[in-house]
């Protein structure tokens, strides 16, 4: 099983940047597909990016493509996720994931973080 831990969340205007990462312990990511999920108040929790195992293949939903960008560096044990122009929708706390499949199903992904809160003001 691994660790996650997620950070850089807080709260920004409406427009403006932030950026996540998620630090794994406990065995390489390396092998792993990784994915950033969200959970606002009162919704089911919602696929936002995915990361296959070497970087050469990503995908994101309509509602943040070209917005946000999801990275990883294997030999840091870390996964990032840019999040540009963010909207009042974009509120949610955001989660890491990681799974041995390719697949951006939540239901595939067995190791997740704690969350951490992303608030953006209109």
């Known amino acids: 099983q691994v660790q996650l831990v997620e950070s850089g969340g807080g709260l920004v205007q409406a427009g403006g940047s932030l950026r996540l990462s998620c630090a794994a312990s406990g065995r390489t990511i390396s092998s792993f597909t990784m994915g950033w999920f969200r959970q606002a108040p009162g919704k089911e929790r919602e696929f936002v990016a995915v990361?296959?195992?070497?970087?050469?293949?990503?995908y994101y939903p309509e509602s943040v493509k070209g917005r946000f960008t999801i990275s990883r560096h294997n030999a840091k044990n870390t996964v990032y996720l840019q999040m540009n122009n963010l909207k009042p929708e974009d509120t949610a706390a955001y989660y890491c994931?990681?799974?041995?499949?390719?697949?951006?199903?939540?239901?595939?992904?067995?190791?997740w973080g704690q969350g951490t809160q992303v608030t953006v003001s209109s």
């Open positions: 990361i296959n195992w070497n970087s050469d293949t990503t």
């Open positions: 994931a990681a799974t041995r499949r390719a697949s951006w199903s939540l239901a595939d992904f067995g190791s």
